[in-house]
């Protein structure tokens, strides 16, 4: 029996997953190096791919892997990959007006689904003021695509094993580094947003050498306050006018 899908929310699911093609190859050499590592660590294929499916978190899961190879403890890795994704927290934040009214069928999975790459597609989407009834449709289509395309190449990093070698130090992870500033550039459109991204930039050079990516937590924290008190000074100003 095939299932229908309202024409409107069927555009929005394509249109999430096509504007995250950049994001897919970006994110594709992680996949690869993931799988392959995962398989010459002595982790199961099953537990590789267990990982991507259940888990579905690159930066927690190569630490985790590292952890695991190390013979570190369960809590510790719990704990240490719980500080990598505390920057989720920001972007549920920021996201939660948006999806505040979905049932919770959606916010579940929506929530589990949401990646760095995907918030970025997302969040330009729901800046549109176009009024779109179904964005959801749109943030659904990008997490499939993302979540698909993770797997896949978790799965061929698997099967390649350790019949490529030195794989992960060819610099593959550089797509990635270059997808987002293609689509965080086109986004800094007043000084504000400009100022919040240098501030986060030079944030994240400087702490770049904290223990459990930090230095991630303090730019993305620093890139909020610039940004935040140059709108408050913006708008002050324009009430003094």
Request: aromatic share 10%.
């Amino acid at each position: 029996m095939s299932v229908s899908i309202h024409p409107e929310r069927r555009s929005e699911l394509w249109h999430g997953a096509r504007d995250s093609l950049p994001m897919l190859v970006g994110a594709a050499p992680f996949g690869l190096i993931f799988g392959t590592l995962a398989s010459s660590s002595g982790l199961s294929a099953l537990g590789a791919l267990g990982m991507s499916l259940f888990v579905f978190a690159g930066s927690s899961q190569f630490i985790a892997l590292t952890l695991l190879t190390s013979g570190a403890g369960l809590a510790v890795i719990v704990l240490t990959t719980f500080v990598v994704n505390l920057r989720h927290a920001l972007y549920s934040a920021t996201l939660l007006p948006h999806v505040a009214s979905l049932s919770q069928r959606w916010r579940i999975p929506l929530a589990f689904w949401l990646t760095d790459e995907t918030f970025a597609v997302v969040q330009h989407r729901y800046g549109q003021q176009d009024g779109a009834p179904y964005k959801h449709w749109y943030y659904l289509g990008s997490c499939l695509a993302m979540y698909g395309n993770w797997f896949a190449w978790t799965l061929g990093g698997v099967l390649l094993g350790n019949s490529v070698a030195g794989l992960d130090q060819l610099g593959l992870e550089f797509a990635m580094a270059a997808t987002f500033t293609g689509i965080v550039v086109p986004m800094l459109k007043n000084r504000p947003m400009v100022a919040a991204a240098l501030a986060a930039a030079a944030v994240a050079l400087a702490a770049r050498g904290l223990p459990y990516k930090l230095g991630l937590m303090l730019a993305a924290l620093a890139g909020v306050l610039v940004g935040l008190w140059l709108e408050g000074r913006a708008e002050g100003d324009d009430a003094a006018r």
